[in-house]
């Protein structure tokens, strides 16, 4: 079963606005990353953020993390049409290198 | 309804030795998908099937790794022999259609002394 979970499940905006993707986890973890999955290729990863950390950017990326209500967001600025994709996050819970994946949240950018 | 599931959760094994490792899609996807996590470093594309037939394994690292599905249902991912930088974790994942959404297994932590 996978802990994480993204909300909301689809997402559909103007190229141009921003889109904020959130993920909530049970458990203590160690760090969290976000992931992107164009059409079929895979998976591209994004941003790791650690446990201690409460905001980390990247680009256009901006991911925060609040670890006292299990929770982190993705927010894209000015989105693009090549930002559709699906968004994952995924939890890393002590040292054992597994990851725990939340159901993605689909992002559609209109031109 | 039961998600992918992925045997063992962990191996150690030693250099040379052969390591095989099987993953189970939710029933009824056709695409099947491995990854390779090596050890703190991102996830990394290794191959996609789609029912039997391997689409695109253009991400296998060398001929060491062997992937097969046969029937169309599970997968095995062989190394054979294992060496030291195969050590991570190994992640598969299954999707209804090939542009779909992909669901993770918990990943396969190897381990290669």
């Known amino acids: 079963s996978q802990q994480g979970e993204e909300d909301p499940q689809a997402l559909s905006i103007q190229e141009g606005e921003n889109a904020t993707m959130n993920c909530s986890y049970k458990t203590s973890i160690n760090n969290l990353q976000w992931y992107r999955q164009n059409s079929g290729r895979g998976l591209v990863h994004l941003i790791l953020?650690?446990?201690n950390e409460r905001e980390k950017h990247s680009g256009r990326l901006r991911v925060t993390l609040d670890t006292s209500k299990k929770s982190s967001s993705l927010l894209i600025t000015a989105s693009r049409a090549a930002d559709t994709a699906s968004y994952f996050c995924?939890?890393?819970?002590?040292?054992?290198?597994?990851?725990?994946w939340g159901a993605g949240t689909k992002l559609i950018i209109k031109p | 309804e039961a998600g992918v599931t992925q045997f063992p959760s962990h191996s150690v094994i030693e250099k040379g030795q052969t390591v095989t490792l099987r993953c189970d899609p939710i029933?009824?996807?056709?695409?099947l998908y491995w990854y390779r996590r090596v050890m703190g470093k991102e996830i990394k594309f290794l191959l996609h099937?789609?029912?039997?037939?391997?689409?695109?394994e253009s991400g296998m690292p060398n001929n060491r790794f062997l992937a097969e599905r046969t029937g169309g249902t599970y997968s095995t991912l062989k190394v054979q022999p294992a060496e030291l930088e195969d050590s991570g974790v190994y992640f598969c994942?299954?999707?209804?259609?090939?542009?779909?959404?992909?669901?993770f297994g918990p990943g396969t932590r190897l381990l290669v002394l």
């Open positions: 029933s009824g996807h056709d695409n």
């Open positions: 099937f789609v029912k039997e037939s391997k689409q695109d």
């Open positions: 995924a939890t890393e819970r002590d040292s054992n290198y597994q990851l725990i």
């Open positions: 994942a299954s999707s209804q259609e090939s542009m779909g959404t992909q669901y």
């Open positions: 953020i650690r446990s």
